[in-house]
Antibody, heavy 118, light 112 residues
Framework: EVQLVESGGDLVQPGGSLRLSCAAS????????MDWVRQTPGKGLEWVGQ??????????QHAPSVKGRFTISRDDSKNSLYLQMNSLRTDDTAVYYC?????????WGQGTRVTVSS | DVVMTQSPLSLPVTLGQPASISCRSS???????????LSWFQQRPGHSPRRLIY???NRDSGVPDRFSGSGSGTDFTLKISRVEAEDVGLYYC?????????FGQGTKLEIK
């Protein structure tokens, strides 16, 4: 059974940092491009960014709204995906999902909630 | 960035009746490889999104055949032939032809 399990969501003050993790199982994680997607009540779903696989040099791309503040990475030895979030702002408040949005079967985690507030 | 515009944003439907959601992109979604990477997602209340349709018209495994996708270029449609109670939720289109990937605003389907 495919599972993506996010963790690390928390309440953090503006300007703070947080690292989200996503543990994958049940599929060949290392072969897949992986994405982070967030959801806010007011703005729906927003693609945060993507990390490619080893064959594509672990190339990363980030949405303009988070570029320079967020960094996506992965550790294939641990079947894990990460999202390092720095300089957090109130509008980063959202549920963050790890997902595989590729051409094959889609996989989504259950999400982890990040609240940025003083 | 490619802007995805969905309509309607709210869709009240009688059980057993058809429903249709439109999604328009600000640029053609035809990739250089010839494919069009337009997907549709359903999000039931309290659940993560789930893909229904990929590459415009291909149904994902386990998706009922009352769901269908069509379109080309910049205009796309998700149709439900006969709405059932379990179809209540939010529906999003996603373009993954060009990064950054972009979603439509979402359409809330409810039962009248």
């Amino acid at each position: 059974e495919v599972q993506l399990v996010e963790s690390g969501g928390d309440l953090v003050q503006p300007g703070g940092s947080l690292r989200l993790s996503c543990a994958a199982s049940g599929f060949s994680f290392s072969d897949h491009y992986m994405d982070w997607v967030r959801q806010t009540p007011g703005k729906g779903l927003e693609w945060v960014g993507q990390v490619r696989n080893k064959a594509n040099s672990y190339f990363t791309q980030h949405a303009p709204s988070v570029k320079g503040r967020f960094t996506i990475s992965r550790d294939d030895s641990k079947n894990s995906l990460y999202l390092q979030m720095n300089s957090l702002r109130t509008d980063d408040t959202a549920v963050y999902y790890c997902a595989d949005l590729g051409a094959g079967p889609d996989y989504w985690g259950q999400g982890t909630r990040v609240t940025v507030s003083s | 960035d490619v802007v995805m515009t969905q309509s309607p944003l709210s869709l009240p439907v009688t059980l057993g009746q058809p429903a249709s959601i439109s999604c328009r992109s600000s640029q053609s979604l035809v990739h250089s490889d010839g494919n069009t990477y337009l997907s549709w997602f359903q999000q039931r209340p309290g659940h993560s999104p789930r893909r229904l349709i990929y590459k415009v018209s291909n149904r994902d495994s386990g998706v009922p055949d009352r769901f269908s996708g069509s379109g080309s270029g910049t205009d796309f449609t998700l149709k439900i032939s006969r709405v059932e109670a379990e179809d209540v939720g939010l529906y999003y289109c996603l373009q993954s032809t060009q990064r950054p990937y972009t979603f439509g605003q979402g359409t809330k389907l409810e039962i009248k």
